[in-house]
């Protein structure tokens, strides 16, 4: 089994909104990564957890704020957008965070900023 | 620096094989990837190599790898409207953990 899930599948959100993303794997995997796509582009990575501690941030802004509660589990909270925010954002997971380790990404979620 | 380079487009007939092609430029050890998204979905992993390989073939996939041109290709053989999709290629390399470096990403057209 190599399922990552994501939550909500879309979301539509104001500027002055607060909501949150969440990821999921039950593979064991210890290293999990946040990345943003905009529409034809390739994903830009944000953040990696490695057991369940930041390793990367990709000087993201700090309107976006991740969350490593457990081991299967991470979110991406998000507060004051702005309409560039827009994009599909996905999650993905590694067994460890080794270039020799195959990262499986989930099936993201469409964020939408009016 | 790395940097991954793929063509934008491709445009084969159903039942015929697909060539996409992706130029990377580090040189040290390194796995390369092929993942496959499709409208509005996630990327699925197709298939990887290392670099000290030349080929991997798994059923209709085929990943070529020329290291001394850095170059890869996946071809799809017997191509199916079903895998109509954008493919990126990517890197990961020894000195930076597990980071991949995308390639543009070629969206391939299946006509039937």
């Known amino acids: 089994d190599t399922e990552v899930t994501q939550t909500p599948k879309h979301l539509v959100m104001g500027m002055t909104n607060k909501k949150s993303l969440k990821c999921e794997q039950h593979?064991?995997?210890?290293?999990m990564y946040w990345y943003k796509q905009k529409a034809k582009k390739p994903p830009e990575l944000m953040f990696v957890?490695?057991?369940?501690?930041?390793?990367i941030n990709e000087s993201v802004p700090s309107r976006f704020s991740p969350e490593c509660p457990n081991s299967s589990l991470l979110n991406l909270h998000l507060h004051a957008l702005q309409p560039e925010d827009s994009a599909l954002y996905l999650c993905?997971?590694?067994?460890?965070?080794?270039?020799?380790?195959?990262?499986?990404f989930g099936p993201g979620t469409r964020l939408t900023v009016l | 620096g790395e940097d991954v380079e793929q063509s934008l487009f491709l445009s084969v007939r159903e039942g015929d094989s697909s060539v996409i092609n992706c130029t990377y430029t580090?040189?040290?050890?390194?796995?390369l990837y092929w993942y496959k998204q499709e409208p509005g979905a996630g990327l699925q992993l197709l298939t990887y190599?290392?670099?000290?390989?030349d080929m991997k073939q798994d059923q209709r996939l085929t990943v070529l790898l020329n290291k001394k041109d850095k170059h890869l290709s996946l071809r799809i053989a017997d191509t199916q409207t079903g895998d109509s999709a954008i493919y990126f290629c990517?890197?990961?390399?020894?000195?930076?953990?597990?980071?991949?470096?995308f390639g543009g990403g070629t969206r391939l057209m299946v006509k039937p």
């Open positions: 993905a997971s590694s067994q460890d965070f080794s270039y020799t380790d195959t990262q499986y």
């Open positions: 593979m064991g995997h210890r290293a």
């Open positions: 957890y490695s057991y369940e501690k930041l390793s």
């Open positions: 580090d040189s040290s050890s390194t796995y």
């Open positions: 190599i290392f670099s000290n390989m």
């Open positions: 990517a890197e990961s390399t020894g000195d930076a953990g597990n980071m991949l470096t």
